[in-house]
Nanobody, 128 residues
Framework: QVQLVESGGGLVQTGGSLRLSCAAS????????MGWFRHAPGQERECVAA????????YYADSVKGRLTISRDNAKNTVYLQMNSLKLEDTAVYYC?????????????????????WGQGTQVTVSS
């Protein structure tokens, strides 16, 4: 059974930083791309960052480029999201998810349907 467990969320002031972690189990982690999504009240869930199975390719939403960095440690079965220069609009529940296709090397990382397992989410709240 695949499990994804996020941690690292919390309350931070604008301009601050957080690092989210997502620990994976139940699947050979290094074979699958990973994504970080967020869901804010009244908005659709969006992919903010994704990383290929090897870590060699990354994707970022325009709204977070230059501020958020996704990385992975395949030895620890963990994917990270370093969040810097946080803004009020970054407030959301953040989810990690694992891509459904092993060794995927295409460009479809943003659609929900490309992911088959999701974590429970971690709340990030940015205050002024």
């Amino acid at each position: 059974q695949v499990q994804l467990v996020e941690s690292g969320g919390g309350l931070v002031q604008t301009g601050g930083s957080l690092r989210l972690s997502c620990a994976a189990s139940g699947r050979t982690f290094s074979r699958f791309g990973m994504g970080w999504f967020r869901h804010a009240p009244g908005q659709e869930r969006e992919c903010v960052a994704a990383i290929s199975f090897s870590g060699g390719s990354t994707y970022y939403a325009d709204s977070v480029k230059g501020r958020l960095t996704i990385s992975r440690d395949n030895a620890k079965n963990t994917v990270y999201l370093q969040m810097n220069s946080l803004k009020l609009e970054d407030t959301a529940v953040y989810y990690c998810a694992t891509h459904r296709r092993p060794y995927y090397s295409g460009s479809s990382y943003t659609a929900d349907e490309m992911y088959d397992y999701w974590g429970q989410g971690t709340q990030v709240t940015v205050s002024s």
